[in-house]
Structure formats: C-alpha cells, structure tokens
C-alpha cells in the first residue's frame, strides 16, 4: 500500500510527545486556577457566571463616527439614573466603529432597556434590528455549569460502559486513555485561550468537548476493529498487523477528518460569530482525535 | 436485482415526499434566526421539587396572562420540570411581560384589627409623602439632574428610613425608595387580619378610568360565593372604624371604610373596586394578572434573549453560505479522490440533505443556529461511512475481485464498525438532548437525526444508487472508480 507509517520504532516518541502535551494542558489548567484574575480551571462565560451581553449596530452614513469608549463611558455615568449599572461594565467598538458589544453583570430587562436608550443619547442612533441581548441571572449559571458537567460524565459514562463491552478491557482502556487525552488537551488549549486571550468558554464549549469525545471513540473504535479482524487471520506478527491495520485505516481516518473539517472550516468562515470558537473547538478536537487514533492508541497496544 | 430496483422506487418516493413536506410545511426557525425575544422561567420552590402538578398549575396560569396581555403567536412550553420557556416573536418588548409575568399576583382581602388606628394613620401618612419623594424624583429625573435637589429627597428618604429603622440593600436613590414604599405597604398589612375571601373568588377582573381625576381603578367580579364572602366581611365591619384592605403579594394598595349603611346586609351585588392611584400601564397589568390568577409557586426570571429581525436574517444567510460550501468542497474532495463513488456519495449527501430537512418539519424540529451547526458538522458524519465503504471497495479491487463483488463485500464489511462508530456519536446526542438546555437541545436534535438518517442514505442509498450505475455498460470500468497511478502500483 500506499502509505507506511513507522509507529513500532516510534512509540517512545508518541507516547513522549503525547505526555507533553498533556503536561503542557494541566500545566495551563494549573495556571489558570492559581495565577489569573478567575482563579478556575478555564475561563468561564457569562453563560456560566450569569451576565448581560450587549452587541448594536449603529446606524452611519457612510463611516461611523469614532469614540472612545472611556468617553462613552463618561458620558453614561452623567446621564444614568442607576449608577448601579454601570459598576464592571466592559465596552467595545468593532467593525469600523459599527458595532457596540457591551458586556455588565446580571440586569434587570428594565436596566438594560434604559441602559441601550442611553447609549442611544450618545451614540446613536442605533439600529435596533440589529440587536443582540442576553440576560442571564446567577442562579441559572450555576445549574447550567452543574448541568453541563453533569452531561459530561453521563455521557463519558455511557460510552465507556459501551467501549468496555464491545471490546476487550486492553482495547477498551486504551480506546479511553486516547479519549480522556482528545479531551484534556482541547480543554487545555482553551485554558492557554483563556489566559491570553481572554477567550470565554460557554455552553456550547461542553458541547462540543461532548462531541469531540463521540467522535474521537468512533475513529479510535474503527482503527480497534480493523487491528482485530487482522490479528484474527494471523498473516504477521502482533505488532507488525498492528502497524499493518494502521496503514490500512490511515486514509479513512484522514479522509474523514478532513470531510469532517471542511463544513467546520466553513462555520469558521462564513457562519455567525456565536459559532467561532465552538467551531474552533471541535477543529481541534478532531484534529487531536484523528492524531490520537492513529499514532497513539495503537502505539499503546504495541508490545515491547 | 429487482430487490434493488425496489428500493430505487423507495428512495425516489421518499425524495418527492421529502419535497413535499417541505413545500407544504415551512420550517420553524428559533427565534436566533427570525429575531424576537425568549425569556426563561424559573420555578422558586424552597424546600423539595417542584411537582408536576405544580408545574402544569404555574403553567396554565402563565398561560392566561399571556393570552391576556395579546402577545401575538407567542409560544410558552416546559423545560426539565421547574422551568418555562416564553418565546415572543418579532420586535415585541419583553418589559411588559417580565414585569406582568414575575408576579405572583396573590390577592387578599383583609379586615382591620381592632384599636389599630393611630397605627395605621401614622404608617399611611409616611406612605404619602414616600410617594411624593418618588413624585418628585421623577420630575427631578425627566428635567435634568438638579443635585440639590436630589440631596433634598436623599435626606427626606435617610430620616424615614431611620424612622423605621431600615437600611435598604439597593444602590441607586430610585431603588431605595420603591424599597421603603415596599416596607410601609407591609408593615400596614401586619395590622389587618386575614379573611377567606382571596382571589380565588375573583371570575373576572376589569379596568376604567376614574371618573374625578386621570387615575385607574381595577373592578373586580366576585363569582356567587365570593360575592357572599365580600357581603359577610363588609357587614362585619360596617359602620366600625376599622377598614378593609386590599392586598397584593403581601402589599397592602388600598385601604377603604365600609360605611354604616352596609350594617345590616354587607355590599352585595358581587363586584369591588380597587382605587389605588393606578396608572393606565398599571391597571391594565394589574387586571391581566388577576384574571389569570395567583401563581401557585412565585417564578423568577432568570434568563432573557433578544435577537433583531435584521440579525436574525443574517443569521440564516451565514448559515446557508457555511452549509453550502461546506457541502460543495466536501463533494470536490469525494469526487476527487473516488471518482464514480465519489459522485454517488455527493447524490447521498444530497438525499441525506432534503430527507433532513423534511423530518425538521414533520417532527417538528425548531431551526436554531446550533442546530445548523448540528446539521453543517452531520454532513462530514455523514460522508464517514462512504468513506468506510469505498476503502473497503478500493482494496477489494485491488485484490482483483470483480467490480461487482467488491461493491458486495464493501458494503457487507464496512458495515460493522460503521454502526459501531455511530453508536458512540448517538450516545453523546442522546445525553446532551436528556439533560442539555434549551440551545444545546437543538444541536444534539439536528446532529443525532444527521447520524441516523446518514445511516440509511450512506448504507442503503448509495449501494442503490450505485447497483443501478453499474448497469451501464460504460460506467462498469475499474479506471472509473480508481485513480489511474493508483491502480498501476
């Protein structure tokens, strides 16, 4: 066949390379939780915290006019009623000055009518078609929080007790680790996110670790099958089929990665912006996926 | 052979009906999507769960209050047992109904205890003038700030609150003031005593303007026991010097003296009113609530999403450039690297797309933007098993097997671990739609449905589509399925 991956001599470099990265993934999550400002394993959302998340366009002729957001801010401060409102307010100008995305805590739906109207006053006028509002309150943060941990280990429950019956416990412990390791490392990746750039995971960010881990088992169970029904007509020795299965699955799991990443690439690009960073998050995760399919649970299987 | 020319009929009637269903039952967007506002409900129980009972109870009267206040095609529905969903759509303001739907609206006659009276002079005069504070904050407010003035209502609020020896918990001056009006209006409640007639006994409520002065005043309609209940208490008391109040979630907004002509029979004829300086806004909200009645549970809002009608609809146009070109680059790839099969798997992913869409709106399924992420992401799924099968295929043909028996046994081999993979991606839906929010619902509702009809369109579509290929005789050349430097080595 076409392709001849090496993984019998390789396995001491996988296996480091994988370690690695893992390390560098709690190292994150370890920084994350002691040295930043949320003192948490990643960056949560207001989805999370509960929050108002404001995004207006402005109407302009031609180009908007530019404003400092601390001037905005000034200026909000002299003309609100409720000053309350204004305590940890975060304001941004995107696109050319054309859209206003306002993040505060928790508001009432009056506090954020008024708070718009203001804005308004300012730096209208505003289009309010173009508004994008959420209001979440504490109280449902935290049982969204609680709900999607839970979704996460029902779930990785669920398909663990399906992997451990479906093969045998070599196959099914390693099907896991290779699991686990897709998911640490996304969730990693996104905890360096947080640090940096203060990127926000949300809801959706849960989703997406739930369906990265779908995903990553399904590659993972494909290559299993393939270096099961080779081992069984026994042409080779043991870890040469498995070197041999890899071989032969290396197209499939490229290729449907790749089929997989198109449509994702394409949310990236095209799609609306509350599906960036999921759609980011599950890229990695089915790039991870695929490399810890291929190279890494096999490897695991190898003997010395 | 004729079993398969069977399916081909199948599959081409699903096709049209798919069409059909589309055509005669548009599908139902998410408010992300159409703009429009969506406010969640919280149930508040303190001790124990909330019962389904109670849930259906919190419901119904949601419901009337909804009706009530003529919110157009507007949608309320349960989520996960303590929690309501209300979807308003278009550009309707949800000020109105959070504030109309967040009350619990309890309605309680009550009589006035005896030797009270100083008491309740006392507490209704520092009511006045904390109502003309609020006054003149307004006016304050509506014409430029005067900060001396606003000192002068500061210092007003700091010795009645000290009166009353209170400290409010809110930060602004308006805030504090509703607070304190709160405080009064309750503490003239703790000198009235409950009676049995509650709004329970209300058939009706009403509004209409007063007839001395601007003000609102709310009619109430008594059914027939009510009525009798409202005659008992008024005789009980008429002619005495003790009132009846009128009281609201636990705040007394009006107190009334029944007077000595009503001593023998009480005020018969089933119907109040309640004069309570309302405005219009306030009447009509006061009247929606009472005749949808008391909340069984008092609700919170705990979450409130708005989208406008403009982003919504670039929302859809995003979602249809990222569904389509995903879909175009993923077919460029197949076509690419496996030719006819490559092709016949395009043709499936196209049947894969209308039978989707057609059990969206035969479910139905709510189009949300992650439900169209649920569908984009499905569409690589969905090319997985083709993928499986024709690799399968390849190497049969590789082996030297015919066109035919290699098709055979593609199919037949890979079907194992396609279902097998599959199984894993269900199992993650099944969870997230069990246990995920209302947003996290629709993508595992899109993605799971993806992966069970990619089943059928991949596995049973494509062999069919495939088998009536190779009846012709120009499309049954090995070259035709194998890039020719592939098929050399």
């Given at each position: 066949m076409k392709y001849n991956l090496e993984l019998i001599n390789n396995k001491r470099k996988i296996i480091s390379f994988s370690t690695f990265l893992i390390l560098l993934s709690l190292l994150g999550i370890l920084y994350s939780t002691f040295n930043t400002s949320y003192k948490k394993p990643i960056n949560l959302g207001m989805d999370f915290l509960g929050g108002n998340e404001l995004r207006i366009e402005r109407i302009c002729e031609e180009e908007c006019s530019n404003f400092s957001p601390d001037s905005v801010l000034g200026n909000l401060k002299e003309i609100s009623k409720n000053k309350k409102v204004l305590n940890n307010i975060k304001l941004q100008f995107q696109n050319n000055n054309k859209l206003i995305s306002i993040r505060t805590p928790y508001l009432s739906i009056e506090e954020s009518n008024n708070l718009i109207s203001n804005l308004d006053n300012i730096v209208g006028p505003l289009n309010y078609e173009s508004k994008d509002s959420r209001l979440i309150g504490p109280k449902l943060g935290k049982r969204l929080l609680t709900n999607c941990v839970t979704s996460l280990l029902v779930s990785l429950f669920a398909i663990s007790l399906y992997i451990t019956i479906r093969f045998d416990k070599k196959y099914a412990l390693f099907a896991l680790l290779a699991l686990f390791h897709d998911l640490l490392i996304v969730f990693g990746i996104f905890s360096w996110l947080g640090i940096i750039?203060?990127?926000e995971v949300n809801s959706l960010f849960a989703v997406s670790l739930l369906t990265i881990a779908g995903y990553s088992v399904n590659d993972t169970v494909v290559i299993f099958d393939r270096i099961r029904?080779?081992?069984?007509?026994?042409?080779?020795?043991?870890?040469?089929?498995?070197?041999?299965?890899?071989?032969?699955?290396?197209?499939r799991t490229t290729f449907t990665s790749i089929t997989t990443l198109i449509p994702l690439l394409s949310i990236i690009l095209f799609g609306s912006y509350s599906l960036f960073w999921f759609s980011l998050a599950l890229s990695l995760g089915i790039i991870v996926g695929s490399y810890s399919s291929i190279l890494l649970a096999p490897s695991l299987l190898l003997k010395d | 052979?004729?079993?398969?020319?069977?399916?081909?009929?199948?599959?081409?009637?699903?096709?049209?009906?798919?069409?059909?269903?589309?055509?005669?039952?548009?599908?139902?967007?998410?408010?992300?999507?159409?703009?429009?506002?969506?406010?969640?409900?919280?149930?508040?129980?303190?001790?124990?769960?909330?019962?389904?009972?109670?849930?259906?109870?919190?419901n119904s009267v949601i419901d009337k209050r909804v009706n009530n206040l003529g919110v157009s095609e507007s949608n309320l529905q349960t989520l996960g047992g303590d929690q309501l969903i209300l979807e308003l759509p278009g550009e309707q303001n949800p000020l109105v109904a959070s504030r109309v739907l967040g009350k619990t609206a309890l309605l309680e006659f009550r009589t006035q205890k005896e030797g009270t009276s100083t008491d309740l002079k006392t507490l209704q005069l520092k009511r006045l003038s904390i109502k003309e504070l609020i006054e003149q904050y307004s006016f304050a407010e509506k014409n430029q700030n005067d900060d001396n003035f606003l000192k002068v209502i500061q210092d007003d609020l700091k010795d009645i609150e000290q009166e009353f020896n209170y400290s409010s918990t809110s930060n602004d001056l308006y805030g504090k003031l509703i607070e304190i009006k709160k405080y009064v209006n309750k503490e003239i409640t703790n000198l009235f005593i409950k009676t049995d007639l509650s709004g329970k006994d209300l058939i009706n409520a009403g509004r209409r303007q007063e007839q001395t002065n601007s003000n609102w005043e709310v009619l109430l309609t008594f059914s027939n026991s009510g009525g009798e209940k409202f005659a008992e208490i008024t005789k009980s008391i008429a002619g005495t010097n003790q009132l009846l109040a009128i009281i609201l979630d636990g705040e007394s907004i009006s107190e009334a003296s029944v007077g000595n002509q009503f001593a023998s029979t009480g005020?018969?004829?089933?119907?109040?009113?309640?004069?309570?300086?309302?405005?219009?806004?306030?009447?009509?909200?006061?009247?929606v609530q009472l005749k949808g009645g008391s909340l069984p549970l008092p609700i919170e809002i705990v979450e409130t999403n708005t989208i406008g009608a403009l982003l919504g609809s670039k929302n859809i146009l995003k979602s249809l450039y990222a569904a389509i070109s995903g879909l175009i680059f993923v077919g460029i790839f197949m076509i690419f690297n496996y030719r006819i099969l490559g092709f016949v798997s395009v043709l499936s992913l196209v049947l894969y797309g209308f039978f989707n869409l057609a059990l969206y709106s035969l479910i139905p399924v709510t189009l949300t933007l992650p439900g169209i992420s649920g569908l984009i992401l499905s569409?690589?799924?969905?090319?997985?098993?083709?993928?499986?099968?024709?690799?399968?295929?390849?190497?049969?043909?590789?082996?030297g097997n015919t066109l035919t028996r290699s098709i055979d046994s593609g199919f037949q081999r890979a079907n194992s671990s396609i279902v097998d993979g599959h199984i894993t991606t269900l199992l993650s839906c099944l969870v997230l739609f069990l246990l995920g929010t209302n947003f996290v619902k629709g993508f595992a509702a899109t993605l799971g449905i993806g992966v069970l009809i990619s089943l059928f369109t991949s596995l049973n579509c494509s062999k069919t589509i495939l088998r009536f290929f190779i009846t012709y005789q120009s499309l049954r050349q090995k070259n035709l399925y194998l890039p020719k430097n592939n098929f050399s080595n």
């Amino acid at each position: 066949m076409k392709y001849n991956l090496e993984l019998i001599n390789n396995k001491r470099k996988i296996i480091s390379f994988s370690t690695f990265l893992i390390l560098l993934s709690l190292l994150g999550i370890l920084y994350s939780t002691f040295n930043t400002s949320y003192k948490k394993p990643i960056n949560l959302g207001m989805d999370f915290l509960g929050g108002n998340e404001l995004r207006i366009e402005r109407i302009c002729e031609e180009e908007c006019s530019n404003f400092s957001p601390d001037s905005v801010l000034g200026n909000l401060k002299e003309i609100s009623k409720n000053k309350k409102v204004l305590n940890n307010i975060k304001l941004q100008f995107q696109n050319n000055n054309k859209l206003i995305s306002i993040r505060t805590p928790y508001l009432s739906i009056e506090e954020s009518n008024n708070l718009i109207s203001n804005l308004d006053n300012i730096v209208g006028p505003l289009n309010y078609e173009s508004k994008d509002s959420r209001l979440i309150g504490p109280k449902l943060g935290k049982r969204l929080l609680t709900n999607c941990v839970t979704s996460l280990l029902v779930s990785l429950f669920a398909i663990s007790l399906y992997i451990t019956i479906r093969f045998d416990k070599k196959y099914a412990l390693f099907a896991l680790l290779a699991l686990f390791h897709d998911l640490l490392i996304v969730f990693g990746i996104f905890s360096w996110l947080g640090i940096i750039l203060s990127v926000e995971v949300n809801s959706l960010f849960a989703v997406s670790l739930l369906t990265i881990a779908g995903y990553s088992v399904n590659d993972t169970v494909v290559i299993f099958d393939r270096i099961r029904e080779n081992l069984k007509s026994k042409r080779e020795g043991y870890n040469e089929t498995i070197q041999l299965s890899v071989n032969e699955s290396f197209r499939r799991t490229t290729f449907t990665s790749i089929t997989t990443l198109i449509p994702l690439l394409s949310i990236i690009l095209f799609g609306s912006y509350s599906l960036f960073w999921f759609s980011l998050a599950l890229s990695l995760g089915i790039i991870v996926g695929s490399y810890s399919s291929i190279l890494l649970a096999p490897s695991l299987l190898l003997k010395d | 052979m004729k079993r398969r020319q069977g399916w081909l009929f199948f599959i081409i009637f699903l096709l049209t009906l798919s069409v059909y269903l589309l055509i005669n039952y548009p599908l139902q967007l998410g408010l992300d999507l159409k703009g429009g506002s969506q406010l969640t409900l919280q149930i508040i129980k303190e001790e124990g769960k909330v019962t389904r009972d109670e849930l259906e109870a919190v419901n119904s009267v949601i419901d009337k209050r909804v009706n009530n206040l003529g919110v157009s095609e507007s949608n309320l529905q349960t989520l996960g047992g303590d929690q309501l969903i209300l979807e308003l759509p278009g550009e309707q303001n949800p000020l109105v109904a959070s504030r109309v739907l967040g009350k619990t609206a309890l309605l309680e006659f009550r009589t006035q205890k005896e030797g009270t009276s100083t008491d309740l002079k006392t507490l209704q005069l520092k009511r006045l003038s904390i109502k003309e504070l609020i006054e003149q904050y307004s006016f304050a407010e509506k014409n430029q700030n005067d900060d001396n003035f606003l000192k002068v209502i500061q210092d007003d609020l700091k010795d009645i609150e000290q009166e009353f020896n209170y400290s409010s918990t809110s930060n602004d001056l308006y805030g504090k003031l509703i607070e304190i009006k709160k405080y009064v209006n309750k503490e003239i409640t703790n000198l009235f005593i409950k009676t049995d007639l509650s709004g329970k006994d209300l058939i009706n409520a009403g509004r209409r303007q007063e007839q001395t002065n601007s003000n609102w005043e709310v009619l109430l309609t008594f059914s027939n026991s009510g009525g009798e209940k409202f005659a008992e208490i008024t005789k009980s008391i008429a002619g005495t010097n003790q009132l009846l109040a009128i009281i609201l979630d636990g705040e007394s907004i009006s107190e009334a003296s029944v007077g000595n002509q009503f001593a023998s029979t009480g005020i018969t004829g089933g119907s109040a009113t309640i004069s309570g300086n309302f405005s219009a806004e306030n009447a009509r909200e006061l009247e929606v609530q009472l005749k949808g009645g008391s909340l069984p549970l008092p609700i919170e809002i705990v979450e409130t999403n708005t989208i406008g009608a403009l982003l919504g609809s670039k929302n859809i146009l995003k979602s249809l450039y990222a569904a389509i070109s995903g879909l175009i680059f993923v077919g460029i790839f197949m076509i690419f690297n496996y030719r006819i099969l490559g092709f016949v798997s395009v043709l499936s992913l196209v049947l894969y797309g209308f039978f989707n869409l057609a059990l969206y709106s035969l479910i139905p399924v709510t189009l949300t933007l992650p439900g169209i992420s649920g569908l984009i992401l499905s569409i690589g799924m969905a090319v997985d098993a083709n993928i499986l099968i024709f690799e399968r295929i390849r190497e049969e043909l590789y082996d030297g097997n015919t066109l035919t028996r290699s098709i055979d046994s593609g199919f037949q081999r890979a079907n194992s671990s396609i279902v097998d993979g599959h199984i894993t991606t269900l199992l993650s839906c099944l969870v997230l739609f069990l246990l995920g929010t209302n947003f996290v619902k629709g993508f595992a509702a899109t993605l799971g449905i993806g992966v069970l009809i990619s089943l059928f369109t991949s596995l049973n579509c494509s062999k069919t589509i495939l088998r009536f290929f190779i009846t012709y005789q120009s499309l049954r050349q090995k070259n035709l399925y194998l890039p020719k430097n592939n098929f050399s080595n």
